[in-house]
T-cell receptor, first 112, second 113 residues
Framework: DTAVSQTPKYLVTQMGNDKSIKCEQN?????MYWYKQDSKKFLKIMFS???????INETVPNRFSPKSPDKAHLNLHINSLELGDSAVYFC???????????FGSGTRLTVV | GEDVEQSLFLSVREGDSSVINCTYT??????LYWYKQEPGAGLQLLTY?????DMKQDQRLTVLLNKKDKHLSLRIADTQTGDSAIYFC?????????????FGKGTKLSVIP
């Protein structure tokens, strides 16, 4: 039973398209996150939501918009995709703060 | 990643010990973590150490923390081929940033049979 699940696992799309990545956690955690891992494996936080409320919004283009319909879900919508958006996007959740982070297996986005 | 530094590559022979080093800059970090990422997979928490500890041992893993030098290391005893992965050091700043982990760029460990 997957704790943090992301869909899709792979996403190949053309420049200019709009796409969404979904994330769901069944751990009952209050906080969910989106991280981006670039081609050099560098991981950087993008967004964090606590009980559906945005608490971290790092400097990312406003083409990226997170949406949390409930505390078990945090989706990432990306408008007008660019080549530089190609990366692996990881969803994660934690019960409180950084203790007990659980990561999803990632979504590999390729923009062509 | 600019606040947490790691060497990018490490190669060891099977059965030897591996030592992966990390330096961090935020001396007020409460927890320091080691994560493992196998190819095509997400990050798996290996171990963590609280900032008031010097050492933590968990089976084949030993974490050493030198707060004065802001240096963290992960020692893997009797390294196996299954240990081949990328290892990330991460720090947890206090305050509002406590929800955020700052990762190093990762050390790719290659185990030679």
């Amino acid at each position: 039973d997957t704790a943090v699940s992301q869909t899709p696992k792979y996403l190949v799309t053309q420049m200019g398209n709009d796409k969404s990545i979904k994330c769901e956690q069944n751990l009952g955690h209050d906080t969910m996150y989106w991280y981006k891992q670039d081609s050099k494996k560098f991981l950087k936080i993008m967004f964090s939501y606590n009980n559906k409320e945005l608490i971290i919004n790092e400097t990312v283009p406003n083409r990226f918009s997170p949406k949390s319909p409930d505390k078990a879900h945090l989706n990432l919508h990306i408008n007008s995709l660019e080549l530089g958006d190609s990366a692996v996007y990881f969803c994660a959740s934690s019960p409180r703060g950084t203790d007990g982070y659980t990561f999803g297996s990632g979504t590999r986005l390729t923009v062509v | 990643g600019e606040d947490v530094e790691q060497s990018l590559f490490l190669s060891v022979r099977e059965g030897d010990s591996s030592v992966i080093n990390c330096t961090y800059t935020d001396s007020s970090s409460t927890y320091l973590y080691w994560y493992k990422q196998e190819p095509g997979a997400g990050l798996q928490l290996l171990t963590y150490i609280f900032s008031n500890m010097d050492m933590k041992q968990d089976q084949r893993l030993t974490v050493l923390l030198n707060k004065k030098d802001k240096h963290l290391s992960l020692r893997i005893a009797d390294t196996q081929t299954g240990d081949s992965a990328i290892y990330f050091c991460a720090e947890s700043p206090p305050g509002a940033g406590s929800y955020q982990l700052t990762f190093g760029k990762g050390t790719k460990l290659s185990v030679i049979p």
